[in-house]
């Protein structure tokens, strides 16, 4: 009710003023007003506090404003109103801008009962609580949403903790699956996935791999157990084999090589890496015939086959026979025997009988011939006076030819009836330099150069075998330089060379002759195998037959390059053994 007086006493007061009423009418104007609308104060003032005019009432001074209410007025168009309380009466205050007086601002005081006022400080008791409330509902909101907030997170998150607990209850299982698998794709197999039967059918599945991995352990077990007892085996058969002195190559049903011993590589001459998996036909095409007969359903098929392999021939029987396993797959096997030295052996043992047989038969005429010959010569030559010339190169030519035969003779009686060695403790040193140094009388055109150590070296062998041997051999290369053709042909050079190496000796030959051949070498050891014409092809024939005696053997080799870089010529090395020191040797061990 104070607001609508206070409301329509401003505009009263701004429609008097816009009349210029003075002062003293204005004062009583403003009196009049508050007797007419029951004031008991009316006052016009500033916002700093400064009365302007006044109503002439009686309680005029005991009411003042703040400066706090005036503050607040000046900021807003609202009237403020308050009930206050004096001398046990209760008054309601209000204070109001002038719309038109710059800073002025009205404030008028009407006494109330104690009824209204108790019920005006109850409204405004709950104004004050709904204004504070109303500036806390921001704050409130804010909680509230808060709140809320927080509790959507709490409940997404019971929520998501509920169903990861599902799920993982869910994908437990299956992750002790996957994690099983993994080591049983690491190679453990006793591996076990453990079981809940409140799983359900993940349940029977773990049961499932469990079975499953059971099965595998069982089987790799079964698995090592046969792996192991083929290895046996084939340590067992690799083991025989390689005490086999044949030959043994193992064939699949396509003619690959699956197995061979070392024989067998060592008779072929090629790696075993080149042979294995390898189809033999293709590698050894002198086999070609008799696989083809194997494979066109002969149990067993046998043949001899001449196979040359780093320029030397060797004689092998081989023999292939088919094998069938327990799937019915066809493979082979074939063996290998070289009978090289055994085809060698026959043939010396048979030439040695037609040379005791040559020197009987042709030995017993010789010396009756050359005799002969020799008398003609004498009684006649005198006596013969045309074509004296002609009967003397006659007899001449009858004579050499007979000396040449005889020396054949000889040569076949050597290698027919071969003397057994008789071993002696002499100087090996010794017996090469007189070899040499009777060569170099008989070929003083060719130079013939020793290295031979300082020193006696004493050593159990056949003196005059092995002299005869050494000689053969320099007369050989002293034959070679003379078959170098002239143009080519320089100063004839022969180098005998002894090294030690107990309880070996090797006597090392090399010249600048014509050189050996390139392919079967190893034959001219064999009798009557020889590269000269008028060679009988026993000489070295006898120095391997005489070394072998002595527990070594005759090297055949090309001699090395010279100073020019050219190569020609032979190397022969001579080995033999120091039959003492090597029977020593072998009853120490």
Known sequence: MVRSEAA??????????????SEVNFSR???????????????????????VDRADLPMQAEFNVPAAILEEVAKTDDIIANVSSRDDRDFIEAILKLKRGGDEVLYVVRQISPQIAQHLRATQIGLFEYQELQSRRLGLQIAFALMFALIAFLVTLSAVYLGLSFANR???????????????AAGDLAVEVHIRKSEGDLANLGDTFNKMTAELRQQREDLINARDQIDSRRRFTEAVLAGVTAGVIGLDEEGRVTLL???AVDTLGMAEADLMGSMLVEKIPEFTELVAGASRGAPIVQGQVMLLRGGRERTLVVRVALEADEDGAHGAVVTLDDVTDLVVAQRTSAWADIARRIAHEIKNPLTPIQLSAERLKRRYGRVITEDREVFDQCTDTII???????????????????????????????????????????????????????????ASFDRRLISQALTNIIKNATEAIAAVPEGERGKGRILVRLTASAPFYSVDVIDNGIGLPKENRHRLLEPYVTTREK??????????????????????????ADADGRQRGAHFRLSFKDQQLAATTAAAE
Do not use: C, W
């Not at 060695?421 to 009777?438: L, S």
């Not at 060679?535 to 090309?558: M, N, P, Q, R, S």
């Open 261 to 263: 011993n070392r024989f």
């Open 170 to 184: 869910l994908v437990q299982p299956i992750r002790r699956l996957i994690g099983a698998a993994d080591q049983v």
């Open 535 to 560: 060679g009988t092809g026993l000489g070295l024939a006898i120095v391997g037959k005489i070394l072998e005696e002595h527990g070594g053997g005759l090297g055949l080799y090309d001699a090395p």
């Open 29 to 51: 104007f403003l009196s009049a007003q508050a007797m007419v609308r029951g004031l008991t104060v009316v006052r016009l003032m500033k916002v700093d506090g400064t009365i």
């Open 8 to 21: 329509a006493l401003v505009q009263d007061i701004e429609r008097v003023r816009a009349l210029n009423q």
């Open 400 to 458: 050499r030819q007979v000396g040449d035969i005889g020396r054949m003779v000889d040569e076949f009686s050597s290698f027919a009836r071969m003397p057994k060695p008789v071993f002696e403790t002499e100087d090996v040193a010794d017996t090469v330099r007189q070899a040499v140094f009777m060569m170099r009388i008989g070929y003083p055109e060719i130079d013939i150069v020793d290295e031979i150590p300082e020193g006696r070296h004493a």
